[in-house]
T-cell receptor, first 112, second 111 residues
Framework: GQNIDQPTEMTATEGAIVQINCTYQ??????LFWYQQHAGEAPTFLSYNVLDGLEEKGRFSSFLSRSKGYSYLLLKELQMKDSASYLCAVEDSGAGSYQLTFGKGTKLSVIP | DVKVTQSSRYLVKRTGEKVFLECVQD?????MFWYRQDPGLGLRLIYFSYDVKMKEKGDIPEGYSVSREKKERFSLILESASTNQTSMYLC??????????FGDGTRLSIL
């Protein structure tokens, strides 16, 4: 089976840095995705990691350790518009082709 | 840009009705997915398809069926709607292992 854990809620201050963790246990691994979802809107793709290490994309970075079953999303210079839910999703090579299993999401609130 | 279009943003139906949710993508993606999203439960996969006329069950297929007659269109069917199927339904498409692109969602209420 698959199990993906991430914190339910986090609060951070505008201009600060926040790290959202994700741990997973899957029978296989083809990659890990991070999505952002604003309230009432569709999820939008943020980042993809398939190899260990850090992927940087502007203010957002994502890290993966396959041996530890661990990833994090790092958001720098937080802005009010970053208030959203952040979804961690794993593509499990043991499941159906290209199928993603999502965590329950982390609701981030950015306060002034 | 990839465009995934779901036919309705809001839909209200009655218990026992047959309900059709339509999804169309314009990027020739081979993979298409239907999820439902509920508070505290996250996104759960109902069905997916990786080719025309192909379908695979996801984690929660009971009470649902799907149809993929053309590559660009993936339909979700609630055979006999029940109140526990009130939810946000999201369609997505992807090419190979590329990221999935989501539609805006259909908020379905079953009365």
């Amino acid at each position: 089976g698959q199990n993906i854990d991430q914190p339910t809620e986090m609060t951070a201050t505008e201009g600060a840095i926040v790290q959202i963790n994700c741990t997973y246990q899957t029978s296989g691994f083809n990659g890990l995705f991070w999505y952002q979802q604003h309230a009432g809107e569709a999820p939008t793709f943020l980042s993809y990691n398939v190899l260990d290490g850090l992927e940087e994309k502007g203010r957002f970075s994502s890290f993966l350790s396959r041996s530890k079953g661990y990833s994090y999303l790092l958001l720098k210079e937080l802005q009010m518009k970053d208030s959203a839910s952040y979804l961690c999703a794993v593509e499990d090579s043991g499941a159906g082709s290209y199928q993603l299993t999502f965590g329950k999401g982390t609701k981030l609130s950015v306060i002034p | 840009d990839v465009k995934v279009t779901q036919s309705s943003r809001y839909l209200v139906k009655r218990t026992g009705e047959k309900v059709f949710l339509e999804c169309v993508q314009d990027m020739d993606h081979e993979n298409m997915f239907w999820y439902r999203q509920d508070p505290g439960l996250g996104l759960r996969l109902i069905y997916f398809s990786y080719d025309v006329k192909m379908k695979e069950k996801g984690d929660i297929p009971e009470g649902y069926s799907v149809s993929r007659e053309k590559k660009e269109r993936f339909s979700l069917i609630l055979e006999s709607a029940s109140t526990n199927q009130t939810s946000m339904y999201l369609c997505a498409s992807s090419l190979g292992h590329q990221p999935q692109h989501f539609g805006d969602g259909t908020r379905l209420s079953i009365l």
